[in-house]
């Protein structure tokens, strides 16, 4: 967030667990250390799976009152954060301009409200940087996904980070991987230099 708005955009980080109480619910070293990362998923869960997407929906409209009425935006989302993005420009197209999504997971499944099923109502453009070998993002589901998006006519990229393992972004995890990072800020910052220019 810090370095988006280093360049001159206005960047809300919103806690989207918020019902778990204020932030931070966990600390970073529950997510380095293998035996407290346990735990701390096991009270994080329960709140991620409340995300509907009802809530989704309802929340992003709340956010999205940080900024002027009408003022367009792009949300960015990393794991998680990128399957609740793509369902928050589905949900607010009409002021979420673009999507940047990396290495997020379960954006195109079974379940009868998947994400990938109601692409149809983006009218902004998307990016996807999956991982590559993510048991949560497979190629099968990716080819899904990019169907979707296709029969939708939505503009996208979506591209697999090769030998990135899932959580390539985030520096302080053992999954970090610098070439992979490094490329994901050239994606994100040209994607926001076309939809959302610095005036």
Partial sequence: ????ADCGYAVLAPNILYRGGPSPLVEP???TDAEKRGAAFGRLTPLIRALTP??????TGAYLDFFAPRERVVIVGYCMGGTNALRAIEACP????GLASFHAGRVATDAPDSPHLAVGTITGEVYFGHA??????TPEQIKTLEAALDAAGVRYTSEVYEGAPHGYTM????SHDPEA???????????????????
């Fill in 1 to 4: 967030a810090t370095r988006i």
């Fill in 29 to 31: 070293d529950e997510l």
């Fill in 54 to 59: 009802a809530r989704i929906a309802a929340d």
């Fill in 94 to 97: 009409e002021q979420i301009a």
């Fill in 132 to 137: 590559d070998n993510d048991q949560s993002m």
């Fill in 171 to 174: 520096s302080d995890t053992s």
């Fill in 181 to 199: 990072e490094q490329r994901h800020w050239m994606n994100l910052f040209a994607l926001l230099e076309r939809v959302l220019p610095i005036r």
